[in-house]
């Protein structure tokens, strides 16, 4: 099992940027295959973007590529995600999640709330 810690939220006015971080507890860091989502008010929980173990294949969903870069560190068992340029439609609840193949299983974490003004 893996617990996983996001931070890094707030708010910020469009245009601007944020980090996001995500800390893992296993030692087992580098096994996952390692996910943000976003969900906000009124909608469901989307994809965002994901990268594989060794941070040599990322995904993003359309509405930000170009604009955020997912990237991790496996020795500090941590995720990131740099978002630049952001939109007051990227407003939501960021979640962190680390799927592991072996167990076909998500893991997650509690969420940072990402609030972009315009």
């Known amino acids: 099992q893996v617990q996983l810690v996001e931070s890094g939220g707030g708010l910020v006015q469009a245009g601007g940027s944020l980090r996001l971080s995500c800390a893992a507890s296993?030692?087992?860091?580098?096994?996952?295959?390692m996910e943000w989502f976003r969900q906000a008010p009124g909608k469901e929980r989307e994809f965002v973007s994901s990268i594989n173990w060794s941070g040599t294949s990322t995904s993003y969903v359309d509405s930000v590529k170009g604009r955020f870069t997912i990237s991790r560190d496996n020795a500090k068992n941590t995720m990131y995600l740099q978002m630049d340029d952001l939109k007051p439609e990227d407003t939501a609840v960021y979640y962190c999640?680390?799927?592991?193949?072996?167990?076909?299983?998500?893991?997650w974490g509690q969420g940072t709330q990402v609030t972009v003004s315009s």
């Open positions: 296993a030692g087992t860091f580098s096994s996952y295959l």
């Open positions: 999640a680390a799927y592991s193949v072996a167990r076909v299983y998500r893991y």
